[in-house]
């Protein structure tokens, strides 16, 4: 089955304390993507990839890190989470270029 | 710049109600359009899309047509069941043929009752 996986789908945690959000696809899709969505504000792009190695800032890079050393995974890495990264997000990636497939979500709490 | 907006919800509607969620677009060229939807706990899934002016995208008796003039790109249905019970978010790509930069509208939530 096509599908894009996101680990975990809760996560709670303190400011400060290094965490990884990782995303595999099994579609073989060279684009993949990471958003966050909040209330009122719809999904806005974070970081996004073209091809293994090659990232990119989205609209809302600031305290976040991505790396793409494989074609199937796209992890997402706060270095040092903070309380305004509260938020829920999504990886997507894409094969037909208008078509994105999503992941069923991450809620990430930072106390 | 690019953006999308879409009308507040929530949208309350009756069994077989006839449904338009409004969504405007502001972009430069000539993007395409898409219509996603967000069901409880789950991603995104693309509802419809059109690429060119006149367009209209259709799936699961949803439509959505592609306004320049107007530049919008409504979404409606003839009669809604409890099951398009959904967040619904209108967006577009600034490069026709690209995803590399899709803008979302903030989402409306409908919510159909029986």
């Known amino acids: 089955e096509a599908q894009v996986t996101q680990n975990p789908r809760y996560l709670i945690t303190v400011t400060g304390k290094k965490l990884t959000v990782t995303c595999s696809q099994n579609?073989?899709?060279?684009?993949m993507s990471w958003y966050r969505q909040d209330p009122g504000l719809g999904l806005r792009q974070i970081y996004y990839?073209?091809?293994?190695?090659?990232?990119d800032k989205g609209d809302v890079p600031e305290g976040y890190k991505v790396s793409r050393k494989e074609k199937r995974n796209f992890p997402l890495i706060l270095e040092s989470p903070s309380p305004n990264q509260t938020s829920l997000y999504f990886c997507?990636?894409?094969?037909?270029?208008?078509?994105?497939?999503f992941g069923s979500g991450t809620q990430l709490s930072v106390l | 710049g690019n953006s999308v907006t879409q009308m507040e919800g929530p949208v309350t509607l009756s069994e077989e109600a006839f449904l338009t969620i409004n969504c405007t677009y502001t972009?430069?060229?000539?993007?395409?359009l898409f219509w996603y939807v967000q069901y409880p706990g789950e991603g995104l899934q693309l509802l419809l899309k059109?690429?060119?002016?006149?367009d209209k995208g259709s799936n699961k008796g949803f439509e959505a047509t592609y306004r320049k003039e107007t530049t919008s790109f409504h979404l409606e249905k003839g009669s809604v069941q409890v099951s398009d019970s959904a967040v619904y978010f209108c967006?577009?790509?600034?490069?026709?043929?690209?995803?590399?930069?899709?803008?979302f509208g903030a989402g409306t939530r409908l919510a159909v009752h029986p």
């Open positions: 997507a990636s894409g094969g037909d270029r208008e078509k994105l497939f």
């Open positions: 579609m073989n899709h060279e684009y």
């Open positions: 990839s073209m091809n293994v190695e090659v990232t």
């Open positions: 972009a430069t060229g000539y993007p395409s």
């Open positions: 059109a690429t060119k002016a006149d």
């Open positions: 967006a577009l790509s600034p490069f026709s043929g690209g995803y590399n930069k899709l803008i």
